[in-house]
């Protein structure tokens, strides 16, 4: 297999050279880009068969590259190169086809070889990846032409398959909590699962007209059904709902598993079946934000808000910086504003937003088991619910050992403060309590921690306050005396510059 690297950091291109076993993998790095104009020019003339991408590069970015490999007629795979805060980028990228994408900084040998494998396998075996397009090819089976169908191939459908050009609708389906479910299987023998369940949609489907079957990946299947024979897209649609409930009824019945569906809007010809396919996997990755529902329609899909994957990119920029100052009071508020941002607008998939948390806890230099083990959740909640228990637990243990970095005297204020922030506090008791000038104890605060003393104070006071804002059992004048203000006023002002909202917004937008 040939290997195109094209980015523009001599580092990134090095270390991906030097990480792998090439040879030994039956693979070849046959160049390397460092602009977009470079790439578009090796890949002509060097035909690789994958190419490493950078999402952003001098001259044409990774977008305006594979727009123009596609205009060239190139079938290289694409596996996209990216930072934490490149996801807007990332998903034009995966519309555009590229079968993988890697953030530079987490990125390891395991993942890639894994990656590049599978695109190996795919290419002796006559695999498939659905995103990604390639050139017609005589179809050795069944599967093989419905997949090619899915691409958008029209002739293998009309040659071979048993549906008809009307009222064509592509549904995806998965098994629920899957990581459950494969446990009650020998661990030698995962695909029993799958088999079964593709036994028992063929027995269902045995009994259909104009109907194919398709398994795309061990968690992931699909069904295509036309309705030739059906006069309104409102029986079309019955006849779908119908099929669903049928195939949930079987799974339930004789797997004891629970399905969820992604079904796409109608189509009158087999060109439609690409489109098709995007928007079924588009309807099956809502459940990710709605665990309860077992039916999801494209047509009532709302198309993600581009702006929410600006503000998610910007604020996976601070999150980064935050992590890279050592501010994990910061880092954490954040990230709790980014896991809301994401959960009300629904920007990313699943694989996305594990490559985040991922890409966070690499950042934290995470690595020890239960780290490995974050991320088992099926839901947005479940994942970031078991990432947050590991970043929390980083966090805390990276806050104290940097404690250890500071002068006794220093760690004694710091713990001081942490232990009195709601009584009356003044320079002149901190220094009769250790024994040292005011003058001395404000200047090496300053000097070890940071920033003034008072202004750790209020962080302390804030940070108390917003946990109290959701008790509505308390009003805002008792909340700031509860943790040590004199005024609403100057509590309301404090809270305001540190969080950016009034003390009433938050608790509106925590209720």
Known sequence: MRILIADDEPLVRIGLKSVIDWKGNGMEIVGEAADGAETLEQISSLSPDVVFLDIKMPKKDGIAVMKEMRQLGSTAKVIILSSFDDIAYVKEAMKLGAVDYFHKPAMNEEEITAVLKELQSEATQGGFSPKQPRADHPASSKADDLREGLRGNSGVMRRSSHLKEAGIYVLLFSIK??????????????????????????????????????????????????????????????????????????????VNVDAVFGISDWFSSFGGLETGYAQAQTALEQAFYMPEPSVFYFHFCKPVDPSSLEQSDVLLASMKNALREGNFKKFKEILERWQKLVER????????????????????????????????????????????????????????????????????????????????????????????????????????VGRGIFEYINEIRIEKAKALLKDYRYKIYEIAEMVGFNSQTHFSTVFQRLTGVSPKEYRNDEG
């Open 177 to 254: 909590h899957y990581g459950t479910v494969i446990k009650r299987y020998p661990h030698e023998q995962p695909h029993i699962l799958p088999d079964t369940v593709d036994n028992i949609v063929a027995e269902v489907l045995g009994k259909e007209k104009e109907t194919e079957y398709l398994r795309i990946d061990d968690r992931v299947s699909a069904v295509l059904i036309s309705n030739s024979e059906l006069k309104s897209l409102l029986a079309s649609l019955n006849r779908v709902n119908g099929l669903v409930q049928t195939l949930t009824t079987a799974l339930k019945r004789f």
């Open 345 to 448: 607008a629904r920007c990313l998939n699943e694989q996305e937003a594990r490559k985040v948390y991922e890409g966070l806890l690499f950042m934290l230099d995470e690595r020890k088991p239960d780290a490995e083990a974050a991320g088992t959740g099926e839901t947005f909640a479940e994942l970031s619910a078991s990432f947050n228990r590991v970043i929390e637990r980083a966090t805390a243990e990276k806050d104290s050992s940097e404690l250890k970095l500071y002068s006794l005297l220093i760690r004694n204020v710091i713990r001081y403060l942490q232990e009195h922030y709601t009584e009356d506090l003044s320079l002149k008791l901190l220094a009769e309590q250790f024994q040292v000038s005011p003058n001395y104890v404000s200047r090496l605060f300053k000097q070890e």
